[in-house]
């Protein structure tokens, strides 16, 4: 193994997590044993990979073996054993040379997948294998799209924009009844997948909204895939200017910190998203207008907020609750004994309440 003096010599630092460079980097190959990985990971080594891809990808494997989290004593220290393990498996790299090229053994073309996360590349550079295989099955998913029954058409998520893999709650925005269908705001749209469910039922006008520039740039790509190019698309903290008879929100549903910006599909840390959306709500509803607020009830099995609070933050954005229609969670993971929250999990129900002032 030899000291590699890069981002010393010249590499960039790919992440799209603001974590910083591994302060030491050695160069290892495919003679490194998974122990002794482990032992230089933990110590806050770097790992640059100098060996055969596939080998690489069998080495993080190895390590997530031996590192794998299980059941903590609480939410919170599930959590923080997540962001150990993250960091641990975060320092096995790859090199990449100008123009995202990977030069490994039986390396695979990353050069579309690199482009559409880093951008453009002149320099060499160093990311984290866990990373980068996100980033290939990112675009894996952006080109292949995942098949939204109710649009009868795939929506093409982005890296870093959630998938909307959790059917369940399209579902709901799908089979609810209309109150109108002149104008509807869907605040946080992520990829679109709700607008355009809306703009699908005959909503003749839908302002979609985000504050995360890669949502917006993949909810007005789908827009256009599926011929709903008239939804106006804006970045923006919540809102857009004006009053609309239908809002619908689908915000994070956990509040707690997010470590990755994916997470912040999930997490909303102090419920700050959902709250700003209750608390301005009612200057942004029209008089006898319903805005559809969808979220799973997960938070309050794991005891980070108590069915109470909801109520509480209704009341005090002076919202009443005009119904409210329920499912159960059809993916993986809800019937999964081996995830570390199935107990929980299993019991889960999304809720898409209906809410007027």
């Known amino acids: 193994m030899n000291p590699l003096s890069t981002m010393d010599g010249g590499r960039r630092w790919l992440t799209t997590t603001g974590t910083n460079p591994p302060h030491r980097v050695v160069e290892v190959g495919d003679e490194l044993t998974a122990d002794e ?12 990979w100098h060996g055969d891809f596939q080998n690489a990808r069998n080495l993080l494997s190895a390590l997530g073996r031996r590192c794998a989290p299980t059941a903590g004593k609480s939410f919170q220290d ?15 790299l790859v090199p990449l040379e100008p123009g995202h090229v990977l030069r490994l053994r039986r390396g695979p073309d990353v050069r579309d997948a690199c482009t559409e996360v880093y951008g453009p590349s002149e320099t060499p550079s ?21 098949e939204i029954p109710a649009l009868d058409a795939k929506i093409h998520p982005h890296y870093g924009v959630f ?16 109150p109108t269908k002149e104008l509807a705001f869907d605040i946080g749209t992520g990829t679109g997948v709700l ?4 703009a699908h039922r005959g909503v003749e006008r839908v302002v979609a909204t985000d504050s995360e520039p890669r949502a917006v740039a993949c909810a007005r790509e789908n827009f256009g ?18 009053r609309a008879p239908l809002i619908v929100c689908n915000p994070p549903w956990l509040p707690a910190r997010a470590h990755t910006p994916l997470e912040r599909a999930v997490y909303d840390p102090g419920s ?48 009443e609750v005009r119904g409210r229609v329920d499912v159960r969670p059809r993916h993986r993971r809800a019937t999964d004994p081996r995830d570390p929250l199935h107990a929980v999990r299993s019991e889960e129900v999304t809720s898409l309440w209906r809410l007027t002032s």
């Open 37 to 48: 990985a482990l032992r230089l990971a933990v110590s806050g080594t770097g790992l640059a």
């Open 78 to 92: 599930q959590r923080n054993r997540q962001a150990r393990r993250a960091r641990i498996l975060g320092r096995l």
């Open 126 to 146: 160093l990311v984290s294998l866990r990373e980068l295989l996100g980033v290939i099955g990112a675009h894996e998913w952006r080109v292949k799209g995942v």
């Open 163 to 178: 998938s909307p893999v959790r059917g369940e709650y399209v579902d709901l925005a799908a089979r609810t009844p209309l």
């Open 195 to 198: 607008a355009a469910v809306l």
């Open 225 to 242: 895939r599926l011929g709903f190019a008239g939804i106006e698309t804006l970045e923006r903290d919540l809102f857009p200017p004006g």
């Open 272 to 319: 700050r998203m959902l709250n700003a959306f209750l608390d301005r709500l009612p200057r942004h509803l029209t008089p006898g207008g319903e805005a559809w607020l969808i979220l799973s009830d997960l938070a309050e099995l794991l005891d980070l907020r108590p069915r109470e609070q909801l109520m509480t933050a209704f009341a005090r954005a002076g919202l």
